[in-house]
């Protein structure tokens, strides 16, 4: 808008992140008792030939400039396209509980909030948002309540389906957070699996209770002591575990456009900081696999320093313990055609499979 004040902030979200055409700006903006002026001649102007097309690269994608780099280490020439895409309002996605029922069932039962199903999850849901941009009260649904769904990203829940869970193994969710991936790794096992949940903050972990309870879902949940009494509260299952995920603490830039803010609160030194503790986590989740285990590293990031770079800092430190795996998209049809691969592991983002960018990358131990 040719300027840096609020209002012309407020006009360019409209037009660029909302979409809305000058007439639906124009009736906002009226002069009316608590409405802003109306929009000036000057600004009519700009929203009718105004473009980006000149605009540096942190400006036409909105993107702080210090992680350009890296982003177009990944995207190539389709960083704009990518970064714009990241700028869009995310859809409400929701995982069927196939605990409780299928996602057929859930779609009837759902039949009022008009959902359909997630173009690639073949557990999702995609409910359609308000013209205000809200979704329904989720929280507050029957269905919910019983545990007939939980709420994830799409992303997420193909993160789940391509940690490859199987009945009969022990697993490890070794950064559980809220739970939200060992839920979907209790229902795509059929709660046939022996799944332990943990993470280094018992905070993190509160909601998982209440999420087990509604869901049905049988997860061991091991909560550490903090500060004197901390002690490893998985040191009985080294080298025992058949699978372990490690859903990392990252920056989360795959998931800007869920949280606006995040991508100018990011700085530097917070990247430098979840690198050391991708680090750490990965070395911990190495030592609990048994031989021929499996190790599953997901982040929410679009930074090849935090996804192929770390699992090379892995394998490098393991001086050969752990080896490279592919990550077979198969368990979820249509991923292959879509996704975007990397040295290490498969890299989804808004532009191209439509979900947040997550990174999903698959270790064995060799011995
Ligand atoms: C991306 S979040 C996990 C989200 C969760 N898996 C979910 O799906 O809802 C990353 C988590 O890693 C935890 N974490 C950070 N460092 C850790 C470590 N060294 N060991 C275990 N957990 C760690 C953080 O406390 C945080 O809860």
């Given at each position: 808008m040719g300027a840096e004040t609020g209002r012309a902030i407020v006009i360019g979200m409209l037009r660029l992140q909302r979409g809305l055409a000058e007439p639906s700006i124009a009736s906002l903006f009226d002069g009316a008792r608590f409405a802003p002026p109306p929009l000036t001649e000057d600004e009519r102007r700009r929203l009718a030939e105004g473009s980006l097309?000149?605009?540096?690269p942190e400006v036409a994608g909105d993107?702080?400039?210090?992680?350009l780099p890296s982003l177009a280490e990944l995207f190539g020439d389709a960083l704009l396209p990518e970064l714009r895409a990241l700028g869009r309002r995310a859809p409400l996605d929701i995982r069927a509980n196939t605990l409780k029922q299928d996602r057929e069932a859930a779609l009837a039962a759902l039949a009022d909030l008009s959902p359909e199903a997630t173009p690639l999850s073949t557990l999702g849901l995609r409910i359609p948002l308000g013209e205000d941009g809200r979704g329904p009260a989720l929280h507050v649904d029957p269905l919910f309540l019983e545990g007939g769904f939980e709420i994830q990203d799409e992303g997420s829940q193909i993160a789940s389906l391509l940690a490859g869970a199987r009945p009969g193994e022990t697993i490890v969710?070794?950064?559980?957070?809220?739970g939200g991936k060992s839920l979907a790794l209790a229902a795509i096992t059929g709660n046939a699996a022996r799944l332990i949940a943990t993470d280094a903050d018992p905070r993190r972990l509160a909601p998982i209770h209440e999420r087990l309870r509604r869901s049905g879902a049988q997860v061991e949940v091991r909560t550490p002591r903090t500060g004197k009494a901390r002690s490893d509260v998985l040191a009985d299952l080294d080298g025992t575990v058949d699978r372990v995920l490690v859903d990392a603490p990252c920056t989360g830039t795959g998931t800007w456009r869920r949280n606006p803010d995040a991508k100018w609160r990011l700085r530097p030194g917070s990247l430098s900081g979840r690198i050391a503790e991708q680090a750490e986590v990965l070395d911990r989740a190495a030592r609990l696999l048994r031989p021929g285990g499996t190790l599953v590293y997901v982040t929410c990031s679009l930074l090849p320093e935090e996804n192929d770079a770390a699992v090379d800092g892995l394998l490098q430190r393991s001086g050969g313990t752990i080896g490279a795996a592919a990550t077979d998209p198969a368990p979820v049809p249509g991923l292959s055609e879509r996704v975007r691969r990397t040295a290490r592991g498969i890299q989804m983002s808004p532009a191209l499979t439509g979900t947040d960018g997550f990174y999903v990358a698959t270790m064995t131990r060799k011995s």
């Open positions: 097309a000149d605009a540096p993107a702080p400039a210090f992680v969710d070794l950064c559980a957070g809220g």
